[in-house]
Nanobody, 124 residues
Framework: QVQLVESGGGLVQAGGSLRLSCAAS????????MGWFRQAPGKEREFVAA???????YYGDSVKGRFTISRDNAQNTVYLQMNSLKPEDTAVYYC??????????????????WGQGTQVTVSS
């Protein structure tokens, strides 16, 4: 069983930055594929970013060039640095994990574990 706990959400003005963190339990975090998704009210869950165990990264089109996913395997933590935030980035952000090596996933159905979510609100 893997537990994920997100933190770092909050209220920020458009153009500002936030860094989300997701702390994971488990002794083999370095072998997990990790992802970030978001869900705005009335909308489907949307892929934001993913990073596999080998360091390859993938981004959703709406966040490319503004968001960066990184991971610290020693701290069992994955981060999402969000810059140049826009009001349309407002959503609940979720961290997800799948214990597998060498693969990354952009579909929510492929992940096995989810955090509780953290709210990000960007004001105009």
């Amino acid at each position: 069983q893997v537990q994920l706990v997100e933190s770092g959400g909050g209220l920020v003005q458009a153009g500002g930055s936030l860094r989300l963190s997701c702390a994971a339990s488990g002794r083999t975090f370095s072998n997990y594929a990790m992802g970030w998704f978001r869900q705005a009210p009335g909308k489907e869950r949307e892929f934001v970013a993913a990073k596999n165990s080998r360091g390859a990264t993938y981004y959703g089109d709406s966040v490319k060039g503004r968001f960066t996913i990184s991971r610290d395997n020693a701290q069992n933590t994955v981060y999402l640095q969000m810059n140049s935030l826009k009001p349309e980035d407002t959503a609940v952000y979720y961290c997800a994990a799948k214990p597998t090596t060498g693969w990354a996933f952009i579909y929510s159905r492929d992940y096995d574990y989810w955090g509780q979510g953290t709210q990000v609100t960007v004001s105009s």
